[in-house]
């Protein structure tokens, strides 16, 4: 069977992913987050600062409206996210001040990454594998015709 770079591209991609979103978690509920996990993470990351609706977040990650329904749900319990009344039978989902803390927290503890990766590979390394994945990203997206 031949070896695939792409498929290695996945999976090291993945690996990166979860094990950088864990790190985020994990060091969130040392700082006091204990209700945060790595899932609701990965969706709030998802967020935009401003208004979000349901069903664009159902889009964007691809999953049901009912699953992003439940999770928001669990989010506005933990004072991360609030519903408002928003146009027609749309409710308008944004972040609390406690959810904004949140992603500052969030954003400081990204910077901690970033520091250790320059640290270990090198800002100039760490800039072009940020090019390469670009390009990748690019590659991928114009043979689907994006």
Do not use: W
């Amino acid at each position: 069977m031949t070896d695939s770079q792409s498929l290695r591209l996945v999976f090291l991609s993945a690996a990166v992913h979860e094990r950088l979103v864990a790190h985020v978690a994990d060091e969130l509920r040392r700082a006091g987050y204990a209700d945060v996990t790595p899932s609701k993470l990965s969706f709030l990351g998802a967020l935009d600062c401003g208004v979000n609706y349901g069903a664009d977040i159902a889009r964007q990650l691809n999953v049901s409206r009912q699953l992003v329904a439940r999770t928001v749900k669990e989010l506005c319990l933990a004072g991360y996210l609030e519903q408002v009344a928003g146009p027609g039978k749309q409710k308008q989902i944004l972040f609390t001040a406690a959810g904004e803390r949140l992603m500052a927290a969030v954003r400081q503890q990204l910077a901690h990454v970033d520091g250790r990766l320059h640290q270990r590979v090198g800002e100039a390394a760490l800039t072009q594998t940020l090019s390469v994945l670009g390009a990748v990203t690019e590659a991928i997206e114009t043979r689907d015709g994006r």
